[in-house]
């Protein structure tokens, strides 16, 4: 999943402001963007940041965030573009390999399409097992 550019986060964006007031803002900002590789080029110096944190700050609502846990301060929106510095990796899925000599009956693109499954926070990730 690639992060929109800031014209296209606009585009999709609607209309009102995400947090009532700025310790709202900087709140959820710490738990989220605080911690992100979509916002780390802002936090080193080397770039403008995520463009979904540009679109709230226009005063739009940007419709990659959807509710999380309204009146929790900090945890109100889940981000579909987060990931945690700590994640590492590249989390897009990947599809499994025919094996080798296998003959296929359809092509498999068509039907893969790329996904990200979201999870509350604080849910168990899945670990690699032997």
């Known amino acids: 999943m690639t992060l929109p550019t800031f014209d296209e ?4 964006s ?4 995400a947090f009532s007031n700025g310790t709202e803002a900087e709140c959820w900002m710490e738990n989220y963007c605080g911690r992100c590789v979509n916002d780390a080029e802002l936090r080193r110096g080397d770039g403008p940041g995520c463009a979904l944190v540009l679109v709230a700050y226009e005063d739009r609502f940007p419709a990659e965030w959807t509710p999380d846990k309204p009146g929790h301060l900090g945890q109100q929106w889940r981000c579909m573009y ?5 994640d590492g ?3 897009e899925p ?3 390999p025919d094996p080798p ?3 296929t009956l359809a092509p498999r693109e068509p039907f893969e399409r ?4 979201l999870a509350p926070l604080g849910t168990p990730q899945p670990a690699e097992v032997a």
């Not at 790329?114 to 499954?117: D, K, L, T, V």
């Open 9 to 12: 986060a606009m585009a999709t």
């Open 14 to 17: 609607r209309e009102g402001v």
């Open 82 to 86: 987060f990931r945690s510095e700590e």
């Open 89 to 91: 990796g590249d989390p």
């Open 94 to 96: 990947k599809p499994i």
């Open 101 to 103: 000599g296998q003959l």
């Open 114 to 117: 790329p996904a990200r499954m």
